[in-house]
């Protein structure tokens, strides 16, 4: 009797994490069959398939590959004493394994159905040297995207989140702290999107998901992930009820995407991001710019 | 900051041209331009949520206002109030009376100005600001000259005036509290709570 007093609860206080570490099949699978339900029916339906069918290859490569060498302790924990995201990330542009994985990408997805501008971006990324494949994979690694490299650099992405959240899977969650406003403490990329979590040991918490290493980390609410400012912060969605709204930073005239999964549990930072790209067009007419960057939605 | 001034942030800020996205550059420009034609019908709506503090009592709990609107531009109606999972005190969590904040806001018979029921009266009007305080420094004063303490049983000379009490507010800064502690500790009050015990 004393002992079911004592582990009744009345309600549950949450406490969120600093960082949610990927698990990457696990990642890769959800995002998979995520945009799998989105793309039923969508007018985006064609890219949101196809997007499905990367990201299915994605969570079979991680599962095939040899597991990852972890980074060496010592570099950790220097990089997290000096404030440093523990990740080299632009280093990974001419790392070998990410090279190797790359190959090993692109043959898995030859055999998705694509549009043909899709298979000329493929087979010219197979066939590029190392030096054009290391622009591209920079080019990511950066959140810089240049127009006519956006083809390619789709492939490069999947190729690199393969890669990195591997890695940041090898990471001590305990021992992360945070880089700077907006910025991931594991790999120092910008966030895609964000979101406000819906499990219970962080209910309400907001999130900031990377678009590289596919980390989660803790962002206060009402708070610019491009500039760090809490004020002029407001909303703008299509409707009051919207399930996914850009924060909107009158600071330094930039947005971000937050997804309400207290609202709708199925929300995926990358999936939802991509599905929404009506938010996008419509906020390109405004006078803020988008800060996100989601590699499979270069040059919104 | 972390914003993307790349060539594509440039283009687009000089107008210099529509730069290609993921789907246009892997063939899948009839569906985006599909999903443009379609969004084009909506207009953006705005909200804001806004942090504050809970005003019923001094643990000062952090809360987020839900509103329709942005009253920067003049125009915000509450749709919701819900606790604060960034606040250190209540992680989110709320009491009843916290959790039915939306209502209190909205209640029909919150009280807007100050009112006065006058002796004898038996409802409620609107007075001044300047008359409500008028009424109330005078019945302090009142209070003060007829029950206000000089000496204690020993004799030694006291600042003591036990028949009135004061109750300050919770969501009030440190400095408020300590200019409401001075003023109300001159006038020798004894009863009085400032709600920054907590």
Not at chain 1, 98 to 112: F, G, H, N, S, W
Not at chain 1, 153 to 166: D, E, K, P, T, Y
Not at chain 1, 204 to 226: D, F, H, M, Q
Not at chain 2, 154 to 162: E, I, L, Y
């Amino acid at each position: 009797m004393a002992d079911d007093l004592k582990t009744t609860r009345l309600g549950v206080i949450p406490e969120p994490p600093f960082v949610m570490l990927p698990d990457p099949g696990a990642v890769f699978d959800r995002r998979a069959e995520r945009l799998r339900f989105l793309a039923d029916g969508s007018r985006l339906g064609p890219y949101l398939g196809f997007l499905a069918q990367i990201v299915a290859c994605q969570a079979v490569l991680v599962r095939e590959l040899a597991p990852v060498e972890p980074l060496p302790e010592d570099a950790v924990a220097q990089a997290i004493a000096g404030a440093m995201p523990p990740i080299d990330r632009m280093g990974l542009a001419e790392a070998p394994d990410l090279d190797a994985i790359l190959d090993r990408l692109l043959e898995r997805v030859a055999v998705v159905p694509m549009p043909d501008a899709a298979d000329a971006a493929r087979r010219a990324l197979a066939g590029a040297d190392r030096e054009a494949r290391t622009d591209i994979l920079a080019q990511v690694l950066a959140g810089e995207v240049a127009g006519e490299d956006a083809g390619p650099a789709l492939f490069a992405a999947a190729a690199v989140q393969v890669h990195a959240s591997r890695l940041a899977a090898t990471l001590d969650a305990k021992h992360l702290r945070p880089v700077r406003v907006g910025l991931c403490p594991c790999c120092g990329s910008r966030p895609a999107s964000s979101i406000v979590v819906g499990d219970k040991r962080a209910e309400g918490a907001r999130y900031a998901a990377c678009g590289i290493c596919c980390t989660l980390w803790n962002e206060v609410r009402i708070k610019c992930l491009a500039c760090g400012t809490t004020k002029g912060i407001s909303y703008r969605a299509t409707g009051e009820d919207a399930v996914i709204k850009a924060e909107v930073c009158d600071e330094c005239r930039s947005w971000v995407k937050i997804l309400y999964a207290t609202h709708d549990t199925a929300l995926e930072p990358i999936a939802d991001d991509v599905a929404s790209l009506g938010l996008d067009i419509l906020m390109a007419d405004s006078d803020w710019r988008r800060a996100g960057f989601d590699p499979f939605l270069t040059g919104v | 900051m972390n914003v993307d001034l790349s060539r594509r942030g440039f283009l687009k800020l000089s107008g210099a041209g529509v730069a290609a996205t993921s789907l246009g550059a892997l063939g899948f420009g009839e569906a985006e331009a599909a999903e443009a034609a379609h969004v084009r019908a909506f207009k953006l709506t705005t909200t804001t949520e806004t942090r504050n503090t809970c005003t019923y009592c001094s643990v000062a709990c952090g809360i987020i206002i839900y509103s329709k609107g942005d009253v920067r531009d003049g125009n915000a109606d509450i749709v919701h109030i819900e606790g604060d999972v960034d606040h250190p005190t209540n992680r989110g969590t709320l009491c009843p009376k916290g959790a039915a904040l939306k209502s209190y806001v909205k209640s029909e018979t919150r009280l807007t100005q100050p009112m006065l029921r006058a002796a004898g009266s038996s409802k409620f009007e609107p007075i001044t600001w300047d008359a409500a305080l008028d009424k109330i420094a005078r019945a302090m004063k009142d209070d003060r000259d007829a029950n206000f303490i000089t000496h204690n049983d020993a004799g030694v000379p006291v600042n003591r005036w036990t028949t009135t009490g004061f109750l300050a507010a919770s969501a009030t800064t440190n400095e408020t509290a300590w200019a409401t502690t001075k003023v109300v500790k001159a006038l020798g009050i004894a009863g009085f709570d400032n709600q920054a015990r907590v």
